[in-house]
């Protein structure tokens, strides 16, 4: 029983293209975020959804969209892809919005050629 | 200035000792402090959360906060090989409500 999962685990694509990942929780929490960990391991929050509605979003270049169906679902599309967006993706929930314990799921590892 | 600061390391310690890991803010309106632990390749784990001045102990880890100096710290008692991973500070409140503000992560090397 996976609490916190992604697709893909692992994508490489070329600059310019279009991609999207995944996010399911199955934990029944009702706020949902997007972490950009990059080469030296710093992690920063991108995105985070409660009950639907987005409340947090950083200084992110406007070509990421996170979409959120329903509170156990966020995805992360990501247009006109450049080198500087290869990074390790994760996904994370918590129970309530603010709550510092956060559960990852495993990261999506993009690679940009 | 970084908002969350920690010695990226590597720090190693030999098997049995006692690992320090410390970490300093810089928002004095922060109230949630928080240890995680990332093995390689693998995703961040909460290990420890602590919210009031003082120490909180669980198991072999001791969370250490004195918000006056900004300073929060991890002690790992009897460390083992298993410890070996990245250990990342982060905050929540303040400025950084209703988010978690990491800091780069300290790396320790437990060795037999």
């Known amino acids: 029983d996976t609490a916190v999962s992604q697709t893909p685990k692992y994508l490489v694509t070329q600059m310019g293209n279009d991609k999207s990942i995944k996010c399911e929780q199955n934990?029944?929490?009702?706020?949902m975020y997007w972490y950009k960990q990059d080469s030296k391991k710093f992690l920063k929050i991108m995105f985070s959804?409660?009950?639907?509605?987005?409340?947090i979003n950083e200084t992110v270049p406007n070509r990421f969209s996170p979409k959120s169906p329903d509170k156990a679902h966020l995805n992360l599309h990501i247009n006109s892809l450049e080198l500087g967006d290869s990074a390790v993706y994760f996904c994370?929930?918590?129970?309530?919005?603010?709550?510092?314990?956060?559960?990852f799921g495993p990261g999506t590892r993009l690679t940009v050629t | 200035q970084k908002e969350v600061e920690q010695n990226s390391g590597p720090l190693s310690v030999p098997e049995g000792a006692i690992a320090s890991l410390n970490c300093t803010y810089s928002?004095?309106?922060?109230?949630?402090f928080f240890w995680y632990r990332q093995y390689s390749g693998k995703s961040p784990e909460l290990i420890m959360s602590?919210?009031?001045?003082g120490d909180k102990e669980d198991g072999r880890f001791t969370a250490q906060l004195n918000k006056a100096s900004q300073y929060v710290s991890l002690l790992i008692r009897d460390s083992q090989p298993s410890d070996s991973a990245t250990y990342l500070c982060?905050?929540?409140?303040?400025?950084?409500?209703?988010?978690?503000?990491f800091g780069q992560g300290t790396i320790l090397t437990v060795h037999p």
């Open positions: 994370a929930s918590s129970p309530a919005r603010g709550a510092g314990e956060q559960y």
């Open positions: 928002d004095r309106g922060s109230q949630s």
């Open positions: 982060a905050t929540s409140g303040g400025t950084s409500y209703g988010k978690l503000t």
């Open positions: 602590i919210y009031s001045n």
């Open positions: 959804y409660n009950n639907k509605e987005l409340i």
């Open positions: 934990l029944g929490h009702d706020t």
